[in-house]
């Protein structure tokens, strides 16, 4: 796949800390890349420095094969930014900061179009400050995408949202990535990098400490997979032994949770059901709970609270 980011060795200090170091990787034209971590861990750093946003103290920066320092003006052509933390004026109305942002650009798409394709039409003249959540970071993106570009940046974009919010921006994002562009995002979100992104680099103390497809990096995880039911009478205390492989079984109340190493040869949740029927005990709400993302997450990164 033809990189149009590539990073070499960035790295980034503030005084005696250092938020980025020595991070490396490269991102594909046409994927969506997903950067995730910790609190502090480097993220916003990391693409602010390819933003141009940031100076880096450290390393190389290609972006479309132009520095992102000393190419500013030409990359602002081709790439679209939605920040952390926007904002513009409450009275502002949504049509009128679509027709003055278009005016930065020399061959900006056709505003009207794009406020219709994102779904702003009805909003056409309502205030910035009257808009919800959800339309305001539609409005951002719609911002984002007016000089056409080839990359675009989407920082925390669904942070505050509701569910609801937030899966209509998970499908504009894929809507994005149909036209075309290359869609680079940082996501507090474990579950909305696992349905968006194609690779995710997992940052952490500014370190890269795994990068790859979501289902790869799961799989490079080795969880285990976990079968939960609930039971009317009593486990007995053979039942782990009666099951293949090393498990474990924890129970409390009336549920019980097996826990088996994900990838086995013989499905854990056969042979689960086949004791439960064979030694006819009577159980019910049994599900299956296979690892994801978080699971990878946090056992890469640990379940302390960060600042």
């Not at 969506?32 to 103290?57: H, Q």
Request: glycine residues 10%; contains cysteine; negative net charge.
């Amino acid at each position: 796949m033809e990189a149009v980011i590539a990073v070499e060795g960035l790295r980034k200090v503030y005084g005696a800390t250092v938020a980025v170091d020595g991070v490396s990787f490269e991102v594909g034209k046409g994927e969506i890349f997903g950067m995730v971590g910790p609190n502090g861990a480097g993220k916003t750093t990391t693409i602010e420095c390819i933003e141009g946003l940031r100076k880096a103290d450290g390393g190389k920066i290609s972006v479309l094969g132009l520095d992102p320092q000393h190419d500013e003006k030409k990359l602002r052509k081709c790439t679209g930014l939605q920040l952390q933390q926007s904002n513009l004026p409450d009275r502002m109305r949504v049509w009128e900061a679509l027709d003055m942002y278009s005016s930065f650009y020399e061959s900006a798409v056709d505003w009207r179009e794009l406020m219709s394709q994102l779904g702003l039409e009805e909003k056409r003249n309502s205030p910035f400050g009257k808009l919800s959540g959800g339309q305001k970071q539609r409005l951002f993106i719609a911002l984002a995408l007016l000089p056409d570009p080839q990359i675009v940046f989407l920082d925390e974009l669904t942070t505050g949202l509701d569910p609801q919010a937030r899966h209509a921006i998970w499908d504009l994002v894929r809507d994005v990535q149909a036209r075309g562009k290359t869609v680079f995002l940082t996501t507090h979100f474990m579950e909305e990098a696992e349905r968006l992104c194609d690779r995710v680099a997992i940052l952490d103390h500014g370190k890269i400490v795994a990068l790859d497809s979501p289902a790869g990096l799961i799989r490079g995880l080795e969880a285990e997979e976990r079968i939960v039911f609930s039971l009317d009478g009593k486990l007995p205390s053979g039942f782990a032994e009666s099951l293949s492989g090393e498990v474990h079984v924890e129970v409390e109340g009336q549920q019980v949770v097996v826990y088996g190493r994900n990838g086995r040869k013989n499905p854990l949740v056969g042979e689960v059901v086949n004791q439960l029927t064979q030694q006819g005990l009577a159980f019910r709400d049994l599900r299956t709970e296979q690892p994801n993302l978080e699971d990878v997450f946090l056992s890469l990164t640990g379940r302390a609270m960060r600042e």
